[in-house]
T-cell receptor, first 113, second 111 residues
Framework: DTEVTQTPKHLVMGMTNKKSLKCEQH?????MYWYKQKAKKPPELMFV???????INESVPSRFSPECPNSSLLNLHLHALQPEDSALYLC????????????FGPGTRLTVL | EDQVTQSPEALRLQEGESSSLNCSYT??????LFWYRQDPGKGPEFLFT?????EEKEKERLKATLTKKESFLHITAPKPEDSATYLC????????????WGLGTSLAVNP
C-alpha cells in the first residue's frame, strides 16, 4: 500500500469557522508533512512531523494548528482563516524526515469565503 | 543561493513526438533529485529519485538522467495521458532537509 489518503476532498469555510483536515498513511512512514500549494506554484512546506513530534514549523500563522495523534494520522486544524489561505493543502509522508522520496495525498481544495 | 530552474515553462507536443524537459540546479551538495508528475487539482505523484551524476532511471515512456548541474526527463513517443505538470525538486546534503522545488513544466500532448 503506497497510498496517502486525505479528507475532505473539498472544503468551503467562512472566516469564523473551525474545521480540520485529515491525512492517513499505512506505509509505516515515520515522517509526515503538510504543504500548501497555490495555482501554478510548487508545494510550499508548512509543517514536518518526525516520529509523531513536530520537527519543523515554517513560520506558519497560528490559525493553522497541526496535530499528529499517532504514527499513521496527521490533522491540520483551521480557525479564523483568511481568503488568501484558499489553496490546495497536501499531506505527504516518507520513511524518515530527510529520507528519500515523499509520497503525496490527493489534497484538500480549501476555499475561504 | 540554492536554486532549481525548470525549462521550458510549457511544452506542447503531438502524440508520438519525443522531447525532453530540463531541471537545472545550483545547490551546495546534492543529496537527491526527485521528479514528480502532477495532474490539475491533485497531489504530486512520485516518479524518480536520482542521487549521482550518470545515474539513469526509466518507467514506461519516461527516462530521467542526472549530471552534476542538471537533470533531464526524456519522454519517448508521448501519449495524451502524459499531459501533466512535471515538477523537479532537490535535497541538499547537510542538516537542511527541505526540498527545493522548481516551478514545473506544463506538458500538453495533442492526439
Amino acid at each position: 500500500d503506497t497510498e496517502v489518503t486525505q479528507t475532505p476532498k473539498h472544503l468551503v469555510m467562512g472566516m469564523t469557522n473551525k474545521k480540520s483536515l485529515k491525512c492517513e498513511q499505512h506505509m509505516g512512514h515515520r515522517a509526515m508533512y503538510w504543504y500548501k500549494q497555490k495555482a501554478k506554484k510548487p508545494p510550499e512546506l508548512m509543517f514536518v512531523y518526525s516520529y509523531e513530534k513536530l520537527s519543523i514549523n515554517e513560520s506558519v500563522p497560528s490559525r493553522f494548528s497541526p496535530e499528529c495523534p499517532n504514527s499513521s494520522l496527521l490533522n491540520l486544524h483551521l480557525h479564523a482563516l483568511q481568503p488568501e489561505d484558499s489553496a490546495l493543502y497536501l499531506c505527504a509522508s516518507s520513511q524518515a524526515w530527510g529520507g528519500d522520496e515523499q509520497f503525496f495525498g490527493p489534497g484538500t481544495r480549501l476555499t475561504v469565503l | 543561493e540554492d536554486q532549481v530552474t525548470q525549462s521550458p515553462e510549457a511544452l506542447r507536443l503531438q502524440e508520438g513526438e519525443s522531447s525532453s524537459l530540463n531541471c537545472s540546479y545550483t545547490v551546495s551538495g546534492l543529496r537527491g533529485l526527485f521528479w514528480y508528475r502532477q495532474d490539475p487539482g491533485k497531489g504530486p505523484e512520485f516518479l524518480f529519485t536520482l542521487y549521482s551524476a550518470g545515474e539513469e532511471k526509466e518507467k514506461e515512456r519516461l527516462k530521467a538522467t542526472l549530471t552534476k548541474k542538471e537533470s533531464f526527463l526524456h519522454i519517448t513517443a508521448p501519449k495524451p495521458e502524459d499531459s501533466a505538470t512535471y515538477l523537479c525538486a532537490v535535497r541538499r546534503a547537510g542538516n537542511n532537509r527541505k526540498l527545493i522545488w522548481g516551478l514545473g513544466t506544463s506538458l500538453a500532448v495533442n492526439p
